[in-house]
Structure formats: C-alpha cells, structure tokens
C-alpha cells in the first residue's frame, strides 16, 4: 500500500491481533531521495550515534554489522547503558530528520491510523526513563541476520519490565528502509510459525537452527529506501539473507505490541 493511501489501512492491527494478517508494506513513507540523504549522514557517523558494539571508529565498525544504538536483549541487566543510550538516541534521531517529518512523529502517526485511533506510547521504565524508540541496523557487504522468531526475546531478563505494561507475546516487528544493498539484503519470512515448544524453557537464544524450515514454505521481501514494513515477526520464523555489492544495508526500526490497559500501543527497540 502507497503511504499516501494509509487511511485504508484503518484497524489493520486488529487483524494482527485475530492473525487473519501477517504483514504489511507501506511504501513511500519517505521520497528515495530524502533517505538517499539520511544514509549519507549516516555514513557520516553525522549525528555521532552510539554505535554497538563498541568500535573505536565509525569506520572500524563499518567493515562489521552493527547498531547505532542499543537494543533491549544487547544491553546489560541494569539497563543502565541502555537508558542512557536510549537518551542520546532520541536526540540524534531528530537531528538526522532536522529537514524532513520526523521519524518518530511519523511512526506514532502509522500506527495510530493502523490501529483505529488509539494512542501510541513510547513506554518508561519505573524510574521514568524513555526505552528505545528505534535503532539503525548496517548490514555491509556478507553481513546477514540469522533464523529467529522474536517472540523469544520475551525469553531475555531485560524484558522483565516491559512484559507488565504490554503484549510482548505477539509483538510486531517493522523497519523502514533508508538504504538498500546492490544484491541480496532481503526479509525471509517463513510459513512456519512459532510455538513455546520451540524454545526451551525460558532460555533466550539469538537464532535458531536453519533445519527448522527447511521445508517451510517461504518468501523474499526487499522493500526499497523509504518503504515500511510491518510483520508479526514475533510469531512468524524470518532472516536477513546476505547482503552483496558496495552498498550497505540501512534500516531503521524496532517492535509493536498492544498495551495490557488495551487503548495504547508501545513501540521499543
């Protein structure tokens, strides 16, 4: 669906919740020349993003996929570093979309007509500290994300907090695209689906062994810069596959779920 016809898409979360919908690609969400933009800042290191893993520069880290920012199950138990970086994160978000519609505003807007209206939250810890909003994925040249299905991030102790306020059971990944790779670089999704049986017991576990879907039907996304996607990646099995040529791949993205107090969403990274 083109962005400029998001009113269609009226209540389409609720056909998540009742699983009669995987996924959605809304497109031109930004102009391919406004993220052409965003990317060369980004290669910049302009604004100074936190990156992880640690590397000592911006260009060190690029010859490795990495983060600007830091997710939920990569960050210590405190969540001291994490809510710090969470901080800085916002700040330098907005100054990367300084000219255009900002990216958080313009998610927060997606959502809500996806949801019929309803109010859409950053969540705050119980000491009054944002969560991520987002973070900005670089897969270089080889770089791919392995076999997993995010339900099992439920499984991580950092997730303690958050499985109180919201249902992160059948959370919705999304990502948009700021920068697609000459070859390779696409969202696999699956047709198997993820059950508790799969996990064992409540142990996190990164990714999952590729036999699992080996003869699970499947297709091959590769949205273009300033496409949207959302999926029900906590309950579908889905990877990265490798990216090739000189291009990175850039996406900017995090998670969805439904508020417990059911009239809010939540989106974190």
Not at 121 to 138: C, E, F, H, K, S
Not at 194 to 221: F, H, P, Q
Request: glycine share 8%; net charge negative.
């Amino acid at each position: 669906m083109d962005y400029s016809q998001l009113g269609t898409l009226e209540h389409c979360l609720d056909e998540f919740t009742r699983r009669t919908l995987d996924g959605v690609v809304i497109r031109q969400v930004y102009s391919p020349e406004y993220m052409q933009e965003i990317s060369s800042r980004i290669e910049r290191h302009e604004p100074p993003f936190y990156i992880f893993p640690n590397m000592a520069t911006a260009a060190e880290a690029r010859k490795n996929k990495h983060l600007y920012g830091i997710t939920l199950v990569a960050a210590g138990r405190d969540l001291n570093e994490y809510f710090r970086v969470a901080a800085g994160f916002r700040s330098h978000c907005h100054e990367l979309f300084q000219d255009g519609a900002d990216y958080e505003e313009r998610m927060r807007q997606i959502f809500s007509v996806l949801g019929g209206g309803r109010a859409v939250v950053l969540p705050r810890n119980p000491d009054g500290q944002d969560y991520m909003p987002a973070t900005v994925r670089i897969l270089p040249a080889g770089a791919a994300i392995d076999l997993h299905c995010d339900n099992n991030l439920s499984h991580h102790p950092t997730y303690a907090h958050l499985k109180t306020v919201c249902d992160v059971g059948n959370q919705l990944s999304f990502f948009l695209t700021l920068n697609a790779p000459g070859g390779g670089g696409e969202l696999v999704v699956y047709e198997r689906r993820w059950s508790d049986r799969d996990d064992v017991g409540n142990e996190y576990v990164v990714s999952k062994d590729a036999s699992m879907v080996e003869d699970s039907e499947w297709i091959a996304l590769k949205p273009q810069p300033g496409d949207l996607i959302l999926f029900a990646g906590g309950r579908i099995y889905h990877r990265v596959a490798p990216t090739e040529g000189n291009r990175p791949r850039y996406t900017l993205g995090g998670f969805l779920a439904n508020a417990h107090e059911g009239k809010s969403l939540y989106y974190w990274s």
